[in-house]
Each structure stands twice: as C-alpha cells, then as structure tokens.
C-alpha cells in the first residue's frame, strides 16, 4: 500500500535522505522546506501523509500541525513529526498539537515505513467518508465536518484489557478524571464488551499472560460492529517487532513502557477525537441516505425508493412463485380540503393519513406516497383476495374518524379514500402492474369513491 507522503523539513540532507528511503519504498514524495509551503500544499490535496520536522526557522512543526488540523481543508490528513527531539514533554506536545505520532530520530526504516502503511489505510477509510459527505453538501444536506471537527476528544468511553493489575491501574488512574473507563481482564469476555459497548477506545497489553494480544486485535478488525473502534497497544520497549506485527492487523497505535501518564492521555484523546469525526460523518451520511429516499412531509418511503425497490420484490416473488400486491391509494377531493381550510390544514392531513395507512398495513410491506395525494402499497406473499381484505381494512380505517387539521389541529376533516389493487402473475414488470393498480383506482372513483376495486 501506497501513499504520496509530504516530507517537511528545512535541512536539504534531511529532505534528501527521508525522500530515498520513501521512494525505494515506491511512496510518492513531495517536499517542502518550510511550514507555510507545507500548509499550501496540504490545503491543495497534494498529499495523502505529512513527515514533519518540529525545529524549523519562523513556523515550527507544532505550529504548523495546529494550523493543518484546525483547518476543515486539511484536517484528516496524518501528521508524524519525525525530529531529534526526544523528551516525553515534547512527544505530548506533538500529540496535543494534532499529530498521530512522534517518532524520534534516528527512526528505523521498518517502523516508519510500517506506521506509515498504517496511516494510510486509515486515511483511505476517512476519504472514503469524506467524499461521500462532501457529495452530500452538494445535494442540499447539511455539513457534518464542523461539528465533527469541533470535538475535543474527552468523555471517552475506553476499554482497557490488560490481566496485570498494576499495569491496568496505572492506566485507569491516567485516563479515569477525563474518560469513562472500563477495565477487563480477559481477552474472551473483553471483544464481547466491545461488541456490546458503545466504546471510542479499546487499550490492550501487548504482554497478556496466556492469550495472545494480536489476535484479539485481529478479531476485533474482523467483526462488524467493532471494525471501526480504534485500537491502542501497550507495550515492552523491547516487543518492536511485535508491534509493527500489530500495526499491520489493524492496531491504531501504541505507547512503550515505562508508560508516561501525559503521553497515554494523549494518544487516547488523540483516537477518541479521530473516531468521534468519523462517526459524525457516518451518522451523517445515514441521515442524508433516509432523507434521500424519505417523504419530508409524511415520514413513509418517497416514489424514488418504490421505484428502486419494486422490481426486486417482483423479481423474489416470481423466483419463489409467491404472490404479491399492490395498493394505489387516493386521497378523495383533497383539493377541496386545501381550498377549504388552507395548505396547513391539507399537510396535517397527508400526516395523518400517512399514519394510519402505514398502522393498518404489515412492518414488512413497502409504503410510500408517491406525489400529491397519492400513496402505494407493495405486499409480498399477499394474494388478489387477501389483499382486497386488506384495502377494505385501509379504507375502513381511514374514514374511521374525522382528521384534525390546521395550525391548531381545530379543524375536522372527514376524509375518505378510494383504492385500486392489482395482484402479480408473473408476467407483468413493475410498470404494468402499477399500470393495472392505477386502472382499478380509477375505476374505484368511477363508482362513486370511498371505495376498493380489483384490476381484471
């Protein structure tokens, strides 16, 4: 796996050095000398990771990291600040700027090249996310990436699985005054918490007595509902190669014993923040996904999905030999309600009808309001007389009793309806069975309305 890497640095040997180790690596490589130049590039999607120097004349790295992430243009994109700098306060310094790791020079060409391999993969996911949400903007939704931004990555719910008692108390008492800690001591039981929990972190020992470490890690990357919940190891100074092993599985990331409390705290704020922008842009593409296939008014299904969705329940009716039907459903003389008591009072009426139509059909039944005042039905495994059983049912139950409509709800309107239903025979297509739906429904109103006709 590839990636066009940014490499950020204000010494030419350095920028050298970095670029041929990446490009025997068959990475892409851009430079730059500086952080502004950085910044321009970044905000041009000219790359997909950012190597950055923190000891840089004018802007250093962490000023420049600040800048990459605090900006909507730049913000998902990873920064590991390679430097000379090795002190524990200077690591937490990177982190809390922004970065997703701080690795001291010299760095090992396995370990850079690993955690870079799995900075893209993640990378790759939240573009993914991202493109889907801008595609959304675009289509009138509302914008997810500010809100997803604006999280600071406390109140974190952090899954800690570790059988030492000493290690794991030491990690609870780092995370516990900002985070809402659970602590596990058996790998079993802790990936059916995580399956259960509604967790933004889950801390493994790399050093569990008698289970192996790596493979709940793989296992928590190969279940559906965990797949996405980030992953921290804690590890032995000396357990590298284990380490990568667990970068390549899927880990997030991971902190060396002895553990220092600040960087813990850092590194996990760090995954909470960056699972909690990629749960804002999921929760908003579900709800851009329902709005796109949802009545605004009435809350049922909209023609675009019935017209998705029709042929394929022709197509699991005609394999299985099962029947199915179809309601085309009208409003009668709702004109006359909106010039009577206004359009308010007619959507308080659509919402009503909308309600009952849906409480008198079956969960598994597609329902939608196909424009106006007209409204279908689809029924699989539901025959030509079963189904004017059920029309009858709709129909009763609309005209039942008088809708309140207007602002106020004041108005009482007695509303009927007129049906026409039409049953598959395995050789119509959706639109000559919607043809024939729509040709009872008039013939229903011919009759003198509130009422249910059959197609032939």
Known sequence: ?????????DVPSNLRLLEARLTAEYFDVVTATSGPEALDLCVRAQCDIVLLDV?????????TCRRLKADPRSHHIPVVMVTALDQPADRVRGLEAGADDFLAKPVADVALFARLRSLTRLKMMSDELRLRARAAREAGASDALASAMADDGYGGRILIVDDRDGDMDGAAAA???????????????????????????MIVALELQGSDALRLCAQTRSLERTRALPILLIADADATPRV????????????????????????????????RYADHLRADLRTTAEQAITDDLTGLHNRRHFDARLPGLLDAAAKRREPLSVLM?????????????????????LREFARRLKASLRGGDLVCRLGGEEFVAAMPDTDGEVAKLVA??????????PMRAGRNGVIEAEVT???????????????????????ALYEAKRLGRNRVAAAA
């Open 1 to 9: 796996m590839t990636a066009r890497v940014l490499v950020v640095d």
């Open 55 to 63: 000891v840089m004349p004018g802007m250093d790295g962490f000023e």
């Open 175 to 201: 995370l516990s005054a900002r985070h809402e800690v659970t602590l596990e001591r058996c790998p079993h039981e802790a990936l059916f918490r995580a399956a259960d929990g509604a967790f933004d972190l």
């Open 244 to 275: 990568l092993r667990g970068l390549d599985v899927g880990v997030n990331d991971y902190v060396t014993r002895p553990m220092d409390p600040n960087e813990l705290r850092a590194r996990a704020r760090t995954q909470v923040r960056r699972k």
């Open 329 to 349: 459903i009208d409003i009668d003389f709702f004109k006359a309600i909106n010039d009577r008591h206004g359009h308010d009072a007619g959507d308080a009426v």
């Open 392 to 401: 009858e049912r709709v129909r009763a139950r609309i005209a039942s009793a």
């Open 417 to 439: 309806a007129s049906i026409g239903v039409a049953c598959f025979d395995g050789g119509d297509d959706a639109a000559a069975l919607l043809k024939r739906a729509d040709a």
